[in-house]
């Protein structure tokens, strides 16, 4: 939460000096910027092939557990793949890539802009975060509403870092194995998806 | 577009094979946070010089809020799906 913070806050910084003109030049994340986007990719898997956790994580597991993340995935493209018909601006592509941000808005929201443009950057931005945010929130009602396994799908990409103290806190210790695994398979899945679902 | 699946597999791979040097891991995941801090600034500079952004932010996030609420719907109730595909063999036994 205290990162999502400071992410905000450069975000908020950005506008601020937008908005005041206060650069003589604006970069955008057209250009050069396509290339600070590749290292990101590259630093986000390096981090998630170098943790230990997540191969520990990876291996613990049986097959019938993939489902779990492979479920999130398809809910949530279904899910934003039928509102989209009722979006004033937004289609259904679009929708599809945004969903496939899956809670992870700093990675879905940078990926998003350089294909289509800030707005739907933006876009990506926000509805990735009302996720996180939400699962921080709803995680105890997600529980008694619908069991253990909706906060872990509610927090989607983020049940393996940000929203996984909500969620063991919520659905209980030995869940916490199932919330990494989700996370993980579901983090490596957004850069993937977006791409595929944008390029397609 | 698609050399950002090629950058991440070779990440993810790269990571797998420095696994055990905490110190490289560790120096990329701070690296992976100041990029992150650097494209969103970007990303704020060219939401702050465009009108466009602005003046439709009202119309943007509630079509955001829609989304994640219809992302978050979706995943729960396939989520449920699975819960109960899971819990048969178990209540069998």
Request: proline share 3%; with cysteine; glycine share 10%.
């Amino acid at each position: 939460m205290k990162n999502s913070l400071i992410v905000l806050g450069w975000f908020g910084a950005g506008i601020l000096v937008g908005r005041l003109s206060l650069l003589p030049e604006i970069p955008t994340l057209s250009n050069a910027a396509l290339y600070v986007v590749y290292l990101l990719v590259l630093l986000v898997g390096v981090g998630i092939g170098g943790d230990a956790k997540s191969w520990q994580a990876l291996k613990a597991t049986n097959i019938k557990i993939v489902l779990i993340p492979l479920s999130i995935i398809v809910g949530t493209l279904a899910g934003v793949g039928l509102v989209s018909f009722l979006l004033p601006t937004i289609g259904l592509r679009d929708s599809l890539a945004v969903g496939a941000g899956f809670g992870y808005y700093s990675l879905s929201s940078v990926l998003i802009s350089q294909a289509r443009g800030e707005t739907l950057g933006v876009v990506a931005l926000l509805s990735n975060l009302i996720r996180e945010i939400a699962t921080l929130l709803l995680a105890p009602l997600l529980v008694s509403l619908f069991g253990k396994l909706a906060p872990i799908a509610c927090g989607g990409a983020t049940a393996m870092d940000s929203t996984l103290p909500v969620i063991i806190k919520s659905a209980g210790k030995e869940y916490a194995m199932v919330s990494l695994f989700s996370g993980i398979v579901i983090s490596i899945a957004v850069p993937i998806l977006i791409t595929l679902i944008l390029t397609a | 577009m698609v050399a950002v699946i090629l950058f991440f597999a070779v990440g993810i791979l790269l990571g797998h094979a420095l696994r055990h040097r905490s110190k490289i891991i560790a120096l990329a995941d701070s690296l992976t946070m100041w990029t992150i801090y650097l494209l969103l600034f970007v990303l704020g500079l060219s939401v702050g010089v465009n009108r466009q952004i602005l003046q439709h932010i009202g119309s943007l996030g509630f079509q955001a809020a829609v989304l994640a609420a219809a992302a978050i719907v979706g995943s729960v109730l396939a989520s449920q799906l699975v819960r109960l595909a899971l819990e048969r063999p178990v209540d069998e036994e």
